[in-house]
Structures are given as structure tokens and as C-alpha cells.
T-cell receptor, first 112, second 113 residues
Framework: SQKIEQNSEALNIQEGKTATLTCNYT??????LQWYRQDPGRGPVFLLL?????KEKRKERLKVTFDTTLKQSLFHITASQPADSATYLC???????????FGPGTRLSVLP | NAGVTQTPKFQVLKTGQSMTLQCAQD?????MYWYRQDPGMGLRLIYY???????DKGEVPNGYNVSRLNKREFSLRLESAAPSQTSVYFC????????????FGPGTRLTVL
């Protein structure tokens, strides 16, 4: 069956450390993988997109990797801050913008 | 630029009642989507529309109908609400390029008693 998982429901880290979130999927062949941030009571906000032929993408303190052999993406936030506390969602584009599958999310808490 | 707007923000229905959730975007996007979000299950696609006049089913379409009224507006209708449809509903839009991001609305929190 097709499935998308994120490593843990919740992750607590100390301010200044690097947070690493994992997204694993089975039986999909996504063209793209996206990461979103969601704050309580709000809609998701796009952060980064990585294509199937890209290994790594960076944007400021954010880095995402994509291993299509392992069927896994890692999302890193370096020098984490309390303001980074939110739920992070990964999403697979499985039909070139026509159909998306989202993971359940990881709730990140950055402790001061 | 308002982005993606949704109405209403909150709604309580009784089982069997009907209602329509409204969504509009002002970014001239071709593609629009309706999702529901339930605790522990992530966002699940209900319906999507690749362009004005076309709609397609997503993962969980049963109990819902949609209308792509024009390029800006995409509505979701519950004909006979059931408690299992208690959820937070999000509308999203994106350009027609496959690599583009989705822009989400603020959501509608629906409770069916």
C-alpha cells in the first residue's frame, strides 16, 4: 500500500541546535517533494521544494535532502530558534501539480 | 493581494444539514484544491481542479461535491453532513506548473453534531 510517514509526532530540541525531521514514503514515485510549516489555527505555508533529480536544496537556515533510492527526505533547521516551533509537513507531488499527498506532520518545539 | 480566502471560518451543523464552503484566490492560479485535516492523519485531498470547468476526485471525495465557478472560485458542498465530516477544511491554489508551491487559505473549522 502507499504510505507517507514522518519520523515522529513531536520533537523537542534546545535552541541553537540543528533540528532534523524525516519523511519516508513507500510505493510512490514523486516528481517533487515539498516541505511546509503550519502554525496552530493556520494554513500550511510553503518552505522548500526539491525535485527527484536533486540531492539537496538550501534556503537560509533550512536544508532539505531527497534520496529517491531510500525513498526519504530529511529536513534540517540549523541554529534553531524558539520561533521555529511549529508543525512541519512533507508533501509528495505525485502527478505534476495535480495531486499531492501529505505526511501527518512533526510538531517541533525549540526550547530556550 | 489577499491570496486565498475561505468562508466561513467556523461552522456547526446538525447531521443531515447541507452547506457550502467558499474559496477564492486572487493570484490568477489555474489549479485549486480542497483538503481536510484530521488529527494524526495529515492533509487529505478531497477534490482538485486543474482549470476552470474541470474537477477531479482526490483521496476522500465521498460525501462532497465541488464547483469551479470561475478561475477565482472553487466551492465545496456537503449535501447531507455526517459527524465523520467534522474536520478542518483547507482550500489551496497553485499555478499550472508542476513544480509550483501551493498557497493555502486560513481554513474552515466544521463541527457536525
Amino acid at each position: 500500500s502507499q504510505k507517507i510517514e514522518q519520523n515522529s509526532e513531536a520533537l523537542n530540541i534546545q535552541e541553537g541546535k540543528t533540528a532534523t525531521l524525516t519523511c519516508n514514503y513507500t510505493n510512490y514515485s514523486p516528481a517533487y517533494l515539498q516541505w511546509y510549516r503550519q502554525d496552530p489555527g493556520r494554513g500550511p505555508v510553503f518552505l522548500l521544494l526539491i525535485r527527484e533529480n536533486e540531492k539537496e536544496k538550501r534556503k537560509e537556515r533550512l536544508k532539505v535532502t531527497f534520496d529517491t533510492t531510500l525513498k526519504q527526505s530529511l529536513f534540517h533547521i540549523t541554529a534553531s530558534q524558539p520561533a521555529d516551533s511549529a508543525t512541519y509537513l512533507c508533501a509528495l507531488d505525485i502527478s505534476y501539480g495535480q495531486n499531492f499527498v501529505f505526511g501527518p506532520g512533526t510538531r517541533l518545539s525549540v526550547l530556550p | 493581494n489577499a491570496g486565498v480566502t475561505q468562508t466561513p471560518k467556523f461552522q456547526v451543523l446538525k447531521t443531515g444539514q447541507s452547506m457550502t464552503l467558499q474559496c477564492a484566490q486572487d493570484m490568477n492560479h489555474n489549479s485549486m484544491y480542497w483538503y481536510r485535516q484530521d488529527p494524526g492523519m495529515g492533509l487529505r485531498l478531497i477534490y482538485y481542479s486543474a482549470s476552470e470547468g474541470t474537477t477531479d476526485k482526490g483521496e476522500v471525495p465521498n460525501g462532497y461535491n465541488v464547483s469551479r465557478l470561475n478561475k477565482r472560485e472553487f466551492s465545496l458542498r456537503l449535501e447531507s453532513a455526517a459527524p465523520s465530516q467534522t474536520s478542518v477544511y483547507f482550500c489551496a491554489s497553485s499555478s499550472d506548473r508542476g513544480s509550483d508551491t501551493q498557497y493555502f487559505g486560513p481554513g474552515t473549522r466544521l463541527t457536525v453534531l
